[in-house]
């Protein structure tokens, strides 16, 4: 029987959409805290979105 692996695999098929949507919820979460005003929302929002979809699609 083959070995299971704990690692698990990025999902390249997750969704712009959906990566849009995970960094929609941490920056609002940013902005609840105060960590994130109008004014750096912009670079922020870039920054956030482009390490999540550097994480989930990580070859």
């Keep these: 029987m083959p070995e299971k692996t ?5 999902d ?6 959906t990566l849009l949507k995970v960094t929609k919820e941490i ?4 902005i609840e805290v105060g960590r994130l005003t109008p004014s750096t929302f ?3 929002f870039d920054k956030i979105y482009q390490t999540i979809k ?3 699609r990580k070859q």
């Excluded at 704990?6 to 990025?10: K, L």
């Excluded at 920056?27 to 940013?30: D, L, Q």
């Design 6 to 10: 704990t690692a698990t695999q990025p």
């Design 54 to 56: 550097n994480t989930v």
């Design 27 to 30: 920056v609002i979460k940013f």
């Design 42 to 44: 912009e670079p922020s």
């Design 12 to 17: 390249p098929s997750v969704s712009d959409e």
